[in-house]
């Protein structure tokens, strides 16, 4: 055991005396193999590593590249909706720290084609005024098919018309046809403009009294800042806020999705 001990300190020793160490970069790719018994995404390099050199020879260690597909998505939200192709600040409104482009944060999800639609990557991000928000999907499988589904605090779940096919940068728009989300399921702000139901406050998917009396009772105790129940983004939660919510129960607003 002495001798082993002392034949380790050698080494080590050896290894800080003597060595030259680099961080270095390497460009790595990568892509999906598809075949009749399935697929397998993969990536080739290293986002960094480190090399070890001694008397005795030398050692590299370092993590392999991720694997990343950018996703670009446009929507709106029916009561954060303005006009001319904008939304409201609605961070900054309700005291948030954020700047006049951003609107607020939406989950994006992808799920599998097929029943039961599991979940196979989920983001998070803020959608910015113009409605805009471009999501990093981490080893998401290019070339597959993904249904798109977007959730918000107060709106309700909406799902893309069909699966789509998911490629290393992939643009979704809803906002031009009601026909972009299942069902047709989405709200006409202007003509020929289309967004996301507002309303969902308890997101059961489902917009009814139950959602209404929520708000209805932030109104009645002057509430503002960020609320789910200020539907219109204005930072104060009042009678502007019950319209588009009565709207939506009495014309029976629910999430469709297969």
């Known amino acids: 055991m002495k001798y082993a001990f002392i034949l380790f300190c050698a ?8 060595s030259a160490n680099a961080q270095q970069n390497t460009v790595g790719t990568g892509g999906t193999a598809i075949g009749s018994g ?12 480190i090399t070890a050199s001694g008397s005795g020879g030398s050692a590299s260690q370092g993590m392999q590249q991720v694997f990343k597909v950018s996703f670009n998505l446009k929507a709106y939200i029916q009561g954060y909706y303005e006009g001319s192709g904008l939304m ?23 799920h599998l084609p097929n029943p039961p639609y599991a979940m196979a990557h989920s983001y998070s991000g803020i959608i910015k005024t113009d409605g805009t928000i471009t999501c990093a999907f981490l080893n998401a499988n290019e070339g597959l098919q993904y249904y798109v589904v977007v959730k918000h605090r107060n709106s309700l779940e909406t799902w893309s018309a069909a699966p789509i096919t998911l490629m290393a940068n992939t643009n979704y728009d809803f906002t031009t046809n009601a026909n972009k989300a299942f069902g ?17 406050i308890n997101t059961d998917e489902n917009i009814d009294l139950l959602d209404l009396a929520i ?16 539907i ?12 588009p919510v009565e709207v939506n129960a009495t014309n029976f607003a629910f999430s469709l999705h297969p």
């Open 11 to 18: 080494v080590i020793y050896s290894l800080n005396s003597q």
């Open 38 to 49: 399935g697929s397998v995404s993969y990536s080739i390099g290293q986002l960094d590593y």
């Open 88 to 110: 409201k600040s609605v961070l900054a409104n309700q005291g948030q720290v954020n700047g006049l482009t951003d609107t607020d944060t939406l989950t994006i999800e992808l």
């Open 184 to 200: 047709n399921n989405q709200f006409e702000v202007e003509p020929n403009v289309w967004a996301f139901y507002s309303g969902d």
């Open 215 to 230: 708000v209805e009772n932030d109104i009645s105790n002057f509430q503002f800042g960020y609320l789910a129940t200020d």
């Open 232 to 243: 219109n983004g204005d930072g104060n939660v009042d009678l502007l806020d019950s319209t």
